[in-house]
Structure formats: C-alpha cells, structure tokens
C-alpha cells in the first residue's frame, strides 16, 4: 500500500471515531479507537517506523483513554518483561556454545534434507522442549537459535531461510496448545480466567487430537504458500567424519543449560520462579563464556517496546469502557439453542475481539466473561470456554496478534508480510477447525 494512501486512510481513523462517536462514544473513547485503527495499520503497511508507532500508541492512550499509567505498562511491570529479556540472552549463550552444531546438525545433515522433513523436526524440537521448557516465547527463542545456526551453515538463501523460521515459530505455537504445560502463560491464564479446573490428563483429552488435526492442516498450507521460497533450502552437508567427543568446555557449557532447563521445568516441584532459574542460569554463562559484553545487545529494546504497546491495547481498550461498546450486544447474535451455529458465532466472535485487542491473554480475559455470560443457560459452559481459547491461541493476521510471532518478527527472523500472508487463509481455517475437528471431537466425548 502506497505511503498517500496510507496516509489519508491514517487520517480517517484517526478524525472519524471522535467526531462521529459511534455506539455513544466519548471524545477519549472516539480518539482512543481512531488511534489504535492508525497505529494497527502503520504496523501492517510499515509506514511508520515500528517503535515510533509504539511510542505514538502508548503516549495516545496515556492521553486520551483515561487508564491508568499502570494498565498501559502491565507488560515492563510484569515479570514476563524479564523473563523475555532473560530469554534474548539464554538463547544467544546457547547459540554461542555451538552445541547446535554439535549435536543437532548431523542430526539434520541425515534426516532433514528436505524442506518438509525440516519442518517435521522442527515440530518435533519444539515438542520436545515443551516438555522441559513450560514458556512459550523462551522455548522458541532457544529452538530458533538452533535452527538458524544450522540454516546460517547449510547456506540456505534468505528467503528460504525467513520462511522456514516462521514455520518453526508458527507450528511452535500449535505445540504449545497440545497439553497444560505446553505454554504456562497462556493456558493457565485460560484457567484462571474461566474458573474451570482442568488436569493434565483432561486437558490432553480434550484439546491433544483436534489440535494435532488443525497442526496438520495448517502445516500443510504452511507448505503450499511458501513452496517457492523453500525449494531453496539446502541441507547441511554430512561430515565425512564422526563428529569428535564434547571437550571440556563444551561438556560444562552443556551441563550449564541442561540444569538450568530441568530446574525451569521442574518449578512446581522446588517453588523458585522460572524467571530466577533463568536469571541464575545466564548469569554464570558469562564466567564461561558463553555470553560477553557485546552479547547484551542481543536483548532487542525494540521488540520489548512493542511488545509494551501490544500487550497495553487490551487494557487500556477494557478500562476505558470501549470493550463494553464494542463488544456489548453479542448477545442478540446467539441462536436460542447450542448447535454448530452457535459455536460459529462463538468462534467468530472471539476471532473479533482478538482482531481489536491483539493480546492473546487480553482476549481472554475481555472474551470468556462476555461471551460465557450472555450465552448461559444455551450452552455448555466448558465447550464454548475451549472454543474461545481454539479462537484465540490459533487466530492472528499479524504480529502482534500473537507475542511469540511478535517476538519473531522483532529479532528478524522473519517479516509481518509472510506472518500476514498465512494469517489470511487461518482466517478461516481456524473456524473450519473449530468445527470440524474441536467440535466434532467433543461430540464424540460427550461434553455436549
């Protein structure tokens, strides 16, 4: 989209919401919605520079919402903003260990030599690291740092590069759905937020088989759009050689982050935060040199300013009353009676919202009240939470509906054009899954 045309739309968002104030709106609601339409735009055209965007969004709301400084800044005042800063470092120290290549890539060199089978172990890393890493966004920092180090080595051209990467930490994500501990932010705040308790075993039950049909499906269309740029990925050449044993070093370097990993995973069972494990862990990569001064300026402030912006959307949008007007009378559009049409809406709904609000835990929490309340008494309660949270965890059309690709996209591991590019057609996949798989799967089970 042209810069003019950018522009002129910029100025329509920004005049028409205050002057017309639609659904009752005050003036700061008015300026609130026109600002955040602007700043969502400037993010996916790239019109405006990305934290200048941020920084414009932040003061808007500081301005003219009306919320408090504290909503605005839930994310630097949460301890996710540490552990994410942490995270930039603990993956650079492992990248800068080696033991990527070391013990991964001939692996990879065997195995992986296409595209497809690439993106299978990839999948299968991720799966594997969630067992032991419970944080989404710190678990695919670290498996990023493997792949692209083997990618830098193989000399896969860019393109190919970018896009294999953005199926790692898209197909990462989908992982993260298929148990309890797969993504601890996001589906425990489902949990808390709902009310509904939920074992291991139930969660695995209800959400293990549709997720991996909808992993499937996607990965599949993942495959399709960017055949072109991954005909162009290499595999590593095989060592002629078996590779050496660890040295030393190595072998210290590998202990450092398999204990640091364990105890992160093992936090039910000692009680010390997951952000201290990590903050210890990093630490002591510095006497041994896995990380040095200039590796500090692996912790990108850029992506920690929009990550700030982003997650302050659903905040300010909820305290100054905008979510109420915007999201109020959901109610009138629920059939009288559950059926798939019901959950359609349900689906759709949520998709709504979480299009607006951007935070995948904001979505939640605007989400679960509204639609669990005026849908009471006309459907089950659990199904229409686990649809909203298959709504949420698997939507996005750019980066920062989702923290983790937003986290991609700020280290330039990929772009918002191929986040948006897939996003379109999930659109609708993510309905059709919903339907299909999610709903047809809980028929069988009972739940309704």
């Not at 989404?136 to 080595?153: D, K, M, P, W």
């Not at 686990?386 to 509906?401: D, E, G, K, M, R």
Request: glycine share 8%.
């Amino acid at each position: 989209m042209k810069k003019p045309v950018v522009w002129a739309l910029s100025a329509l968002l920004l005049l028409v919401p205050p002057l017309f104030r639609p659904l009752g709106m005050s003036v700061g609601q008015g300026l609130t919605l026109g600002l955040l339409a602007a700043v969502i735009l400037w993010w996916a055209t790239g019109a405006v520079d990305q934290s200048a965007a941020s920084v414009v969004l932040l003061a808007g709301f500081l301005l003219f919402s009306g919320v408090s400084p504290r909503t605005v800044f839930t994310f630097p005042l949460s301890e996710n903003f540490l552990l994410i800063a942490v995270s930039f470092l603990f993956s650079q120290g492992i990248l800068n260990s080696g033991l990527a290549r070391r013990l991964l890539e001939p692996l990879l060199s065997r195995f992986a030599g296409t595209a497809p089978r690439l993106l299978l172990a990839m999948i299968l890393c991720s799966f594997v690291t969630a067992l032991f890493v419970p944080q989404s966004i710190s678990r695919t920092l670290i498996v990023a740092a493997l792949f692209s180090g083997y990618l830098e080595r193989s000399a896969t051209p860019e393109p190919a590069r970018s896009a294999l990467l953005f199926g790692l930490f898209f197909t990462g994500i989908l992982v993260g759905l298929l148990f309890l501990r797969g993504d601890i932010v996001l589906n425990f705040s489902l949990l808390s937020i709902s009310g509904i308790p939920l074992t291991d075993a139930q969660w695995a039950a209800y959400l293990a088989p549709p997720t991996l049909c909808v992993l499937l499906c996607a990965s599949l269309l993942y495959l399709f759009l960017f055949r072109r740029a991954l005909r162009q990925y290499r595999s590593a050449p095989q060592e002629a050689e078996r590779p050496a044993p660890l040295g030393p070093e190595e072998r210290r370097s590998l202990v450092l982050i398999a204990a640091t990993v364990l105890l992160w995973a093992a936090e039910p069972l000692h009680g010390v935060s997951g952000t201290v494990v990590v903050s210890v862990g990093t630490a002591l990569m510095f006497p041994l040199g896995l990380l040095r001064a200039p590796d500090l300026r692996s912790v990108d402030l850029k992506v920690l300013l929009f990550l700030t912006a982003a997650f302050s959307i659903g905040g300010a949008i909820t305290e100054s009353g905008l979510a109420g007007l915007l999201f109020g009378g959901l109610g009138d559009l629920l059939p009288g009676a559950f059926s798939w049409r019901f959950a359609l809406v349900i689906l759709l709904c949520t998709m709504g919202m979480h299009m607006v609000l951007g935070s995948n835990v904001t979505s939640l929490a605007v989400a679960i009240p509204i639609l669990t309340t005026v849908s009471a008494g006309r459907a089950p309660q659990l199904v229409v939470v686990l649809l909203i949270y298959a709504a949420v965890s698997q939507h996005f059309l750019l980066p920062f509906h989702h923290v983790t690709l937003a986290v991609g996209v700020g280290k330039g591991y990929f772009s918002s054009p191929q986040v948006l590019r897939l996003g379109l057609p999930m659109t609708l996949l993510v309905p059709a899954g919903g339907l299909v798989f999610y709903l047809g799967w809980w028929r069988l089970l009972g739940l309704f």
